[in-house]
């Protein structure tokens, strides 16, 4: 009898280290490929010198992106909407879910469940109206348009995660705080914001980057250079069929860096975050 | 809400004690309370943003929808036109077909391995948290990214597959991955769940580590077999966590237009043509924007059952 649990226990161990192998190779030989071939001269990118480990490695590729594309001017933009849209969703969705956590008004309840649900209506079925949305207030091609369409993106979310967790900060410490005389933003910056910072820093990982990994948006909304991010701007490496892969999977790399930089220093808190949102916490 | 009712608490709350020297009385503007106004006053902001931003656009879709309206020129209304063209049109057809096949089959993909996935990093052993760190990588890489790699990866004549299959004398023909009609769909959703798995695997694990261990102890004294212990501990304790991930992911990945888009654009003959990407294309291809509308919006109903179904489950589980 005990023999077999442990006989169990060591086949259970040994299958979850064979799958955890399987795992790791389908995950990261996408990311080796990227790798590899911004490293690589296009003799051994293209044709029957092909090659699956750069013979020659070398930085060509990374060079020609930063001297004869706008790529520094994709990363600006994509950096500039990047940050203003997570500065914006903490802000504001600081303060929404704090009115939504603890004020009394009319209509508090319908608001709480229209930001789950306006959370939930996908941007594909948005993109055709929010062209003429944008059209209207002259924002085509604009970064300021860019940056509040990505509001409509995080900002839903970012206000129900808050206020999901600023419900859970005890009342106590506040209700003395303003007996204290406290104004009421005052107990919300000085006593709620402090003991969220965990679901502040999902909010920033969450807005960052989805507004630096948007596309769709981009695409539709946004056509002249100047104003392009770095996820529409690899798509100016097709020219009409032709896909210069050498320096796309070099721009590819550089345009990774970011978010996975921003998922790595908050992960912690992300995991946790996303059960917190997404599913009972 | 009355207006007394409310304003010693107003009082005691407020702004009162900041205001130094006259305490203002507080205006009774459109009947509301001190406390009203100011929640107003900072929800405005993101009211703004959800009802031009989401809500408009949304009801616009559906007006456009009802329209005859090309890009730049004004609309006609045309009443159901669009959506009774639809269902004569046999590409939508094949369409709603590829649409549900896709979905299904990615998420039931993302479900299984992204379980796997979480069982595998809940076992004990040394650098668990490294190994948890790489899985979930691929879900922070933007998915334009993922999908121009890939088509890279699946490329007919220098991609990574061909190359690493002819070198190892796996096969002698190039294989066109991605215009074959046969493989075009099962490459697309490979990507799919490739970038969607860790999302899963991620929620799962979350949901593993907070199931108590004396509870599997307890059932091993009792005799409890390894499979029974998964079912009748670990399944209905993630329970829960399984119907909201699935049907916040069904949403996202029914709706995804970028996988297609980069990688096949729908083809080979519409092989891998689905609802978000067919209506890009006659939006913005085609510049029919009424028509396109419609058919965003001819697949929302379905959506519209599984996002009130889980803003309600959402809500609910936040009540607990």
């Known amino acids: 009898m005990g023999g077999s649990v442990a006989r169990t226990r060591r086949i259970l161990k040994w299958t979850g280290n064979i799958l955890l192998v399987v795992m790791l190779v389908w995950t990261l030989v996408p990311f080796y490929w990227m790798l590899a071939t911004s490293l690589k001269k296009d003799k051994e990118i293209y044709g029957f010198e092909a090659t699956l480990i750069p013979r020659q490695p070398t930085l060509d590729a990374y060079r020609r992106i930063f001297v004869q594309t706008p790529f520094l001017k994709y990363l600006r933009n994509s950096l500039l909407i990047a940050v203003g849209t997570t500065v914006a969703s903490l802000v504001l969705g600081s303060l929404g879910a704090y009115a939504l956590a603890r004020l009394k008004f009319p209509g508090r309840g319908i608001i709480a469940r229209g930001l789950i649900f306006t959370y939930l209506v996908p941007q594909s079925l948005l993109f055709i109206p929010l062209f003429a949305v944008m059209s209207f207030l002259t924002l085509i091609d604009t970064r300021e348009g860019l940056f509040l369409a990505y509001l409509g993106i995080t900002l839903p979310f970012c206000t129900w995660l808050l206020l999901g967790y600023f419900r859970s900060v005890p009342l106590e410490l506040e209700e003395a705080a303003l007996v204290d005389g406290c104004s009421r933003l005052a107990t919300l910056v000085r006593i709620i914001l402090p003991m969220s910072l965990p679901a502040l820093a999902v909010v920033a990982f969450f807005s960052f980057t989805q ?71 | 809400m009355a207006l007394q009712a409310n304003s010693t608490q107003t009082y005691r709350g407020n702004v009162l004690v900041e205001a130094p020297a006259l305490p203002r009385r507080p205006r009774a503007s459109l009947g509301l309370t001190r406390e009203a106004r100011l929640a107003y006053a900072i929800l405005a902001p993101t009211l703004l943003v959800i009802v031009f931003l989401v809500a408009y656009p949304f009801v616009a879709a559906i007006y456009l929808s009802l329209q005859s309206k090309m890009v730049g020129a004004p609309g006609r209304f045309v009443g159901l036109a669009n959506y009774a063209e639809l269902f004569r049109d046999e590409v939508f057809l094949r369409t709603a077909w590829n649409s549900v096949v896709y979905t299904v089959v990615a998420v039931l993909l993302k479900f299984v391995i992204g379980l796997a996935m979480a069982l595998v990093l809940d076992q004990e052993r040394p650098f668990n948290n490294l190994f948890r760190t790489l899985l979930f990588v691929p879900w922070a890489v933007p998915v334009v990214i993922v999908a121009l790699n890939w088509r890279w990866i699946y ?115 519409n092989r891998t043509e689905i609802f978000p990407h067919l209506a890009y294309e006659i939006a913005l291809g085609a510049r029919r924007l009424g028509m396109g509308a419609a058919v965003s919006l001819v697949f929302f109903p379905v959506l519209v059952i599984f996002i009130t179904l889980l803003t309600r489950r959402m809500l609910r589980e936040r009540e607990e």
């Open chain 2, 155 to 269: 490329d007919d004549l220098s991609g990574f597959l061909n190359n690493f299959l002819i070198t190892f004398h796996l096969t002698s023909n190039i294989i066109s991955w991605l215009s074959d009609p046969h493989l075009a769909m099962g490459c697309v959703v490979a990507v799919v769940v490739w970038a969607g798995t860790p999302f899963y695997a991620m929620t799962f694990l979350a949901g593993l580590q907070a199931i108590a261990k004396e509870l599997y102890e307890a059932a091993e004294i009792d005799g409890a077999s390894i499979v029974q212990q998964f079912f009748y501990i670990t399944v209905p304790r993630l329970k829960t966590i399984f119907i909201t991930t699935v049907m916040l992911s069904t949403i996202w990945t029914a709706t995804n237009l970028t996988f297609v888009l980069i990688l096949t654009r729908g083809g080979p003959a």
């Open chain 1, 211 to 281: 507004a630096w990994n948007e596309f769709i948006y981009a695409n539709v909304l946004v056509n002249s250079v100047d104003v392009r991010t770095i996820t529409t701007g690899l798509t100016l490496f097709i020219v009409e069929d032709v896909f210069f892969w050498g320096p796309m999977m070099a721009a590819s790399v550089m345009a990774t860096i970011p978010p996975v930089l921003v998922y790595l220093a908050f992960q912690r808190w992300v995991v946790k975050g996303l059960t917190l949102g997404a599913v009972k916490g």
